[in-house]
């Protein structure tokens, strides 16, 4: 009854038409506009990995969570009840919508996060149209990538990913202030950090998404767009302590950075849980 990896991203966007020029010419995903104004991005045999909604104000709408199995589904949404969490299946309409089969949802209390858990996705025999010459996505079984919060109860919230939705603790990093706790749910290093306020980040802000290229010169390519277009940088290139991602970060038109990464490492074998010191081995800096 464990999840399995991070299914699809879902956000409510103030400025569709900047969300998409950002994606397009950075990261060369595929925009499939809706009738009903929403636009899905595709970036692998899924469907579409993200859901843009236009609206008033950018916030993170939901996110979904893969399952290995309608059985591990149904399992976890029995657990949640248990726990005195409301669990509603989704609307047909709104599977459809998600492209999956099956579909719950929950609201997560700790980081206030709309969450839903889905099997069996719709695949997609078309190869991805990329908007801009690409390698493409490492995803697979290691879901879409990784995604980091800040939550104002770090220890109960990494508790709640731990023992109701099946996390690992991969590592820790503890730095300027800042604690990160690492999780994974699958070999990829990690699927999910939660770090403490700092900042202006407040608990529930969304920090980071990660997305994984299947080739460094992506990454590279990406970084000479980002610069070359003006749009800001949250930190330059570098590469992490924990999980070796060789990556950039930069803001999308929400205010929350994408991070753009190669080479992240994955969990295996008789995997040891360490604590760092500092999140690079090197780069990552600041732009000046
Ligand atoms: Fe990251």
């Known amino acids: 009854m464990t999840v399995s990896s991070l299914g699809y991203v879902n956000l409510d966007v103030a400025d569709m038409e900047g969300w998409l020029r950002f994606v397009t010419s950075i990261f060369g995903l595929e925009p499939k506009p809706r009738a009903d104004g929403a636009v899905d991005l ?3 045999e899924f469907h579409h990995r993200f859901s843009l909604y236009p609206a008033a104000s950018n916030q993170l ?12 589904l149904q399992a976890l949404v029995s657990k ?24 719950w949802r929950f609201h997560e209390p700790n980081l206030g996060l709309e969450t839903e858990l889905f099997y069996a ?39 709640f990913y731990t023992e109701m939705l099946g996390f690992k603790i991969s590592d820790y990093i503890i730095w300027d202030g800042i604690d990160a706790t ?14 403490n306020e700092f900042g202006p980040l407040k608990g529930g802000d969304l920090n980071h998404i990660m997305i994984e290229a299947r080739s460094f010169d992506d990454i590279g390519t990406a970084y000479d767009i980002v610069r070359d277009a003006g749009y800001p940088v949250m930190l330059d290139m570098g590469k992490h302590s ?47």
């Open 242 to 288: 924990n999980d070796h991602m060789q990556s950039f970060y930069t803001f999308t038109p929400s205010g929350f950075a994408i991070e753009y990464g190669f080479g992240g490492r994955v969990i295996e074998g008789d995997w040891k849980v360490r604590t760092y010191d500092q999140p690079m081995l090197f780069g990552h800096r600041p732009p000046a």
């Open 80 to 103: 949640l009840r248990a726990a005195g969490i409301e669990v509603t299946e989704g609307s047909d309409a709104l599977k459809l919508e998600r492209r999956v089969r099956e579909l």
């Open 61 to 72: 709408r939901s996110v979904g969570w893969e399952m290995q199995s309608s059985a591990s």
């Open 121 to 159: 996705p719709s695949a997609c025999n078309v190869p991805l149209a990329a908007t801009r010459p690409i390698s493409g996505y490492n995803t697979g079984t290691l879901g879409l990538g990784h995604i980091v919060f800040s939550a104002s109860d770090p220890a109960a919230t990494v508790a």
């Open 42 to 44: 595709k970036m692998d």
């Open 182 to 195: 690492f999780l994974h749910c699958n070999p990829r290093h990690h699927t999910l950090a939660i770090m």
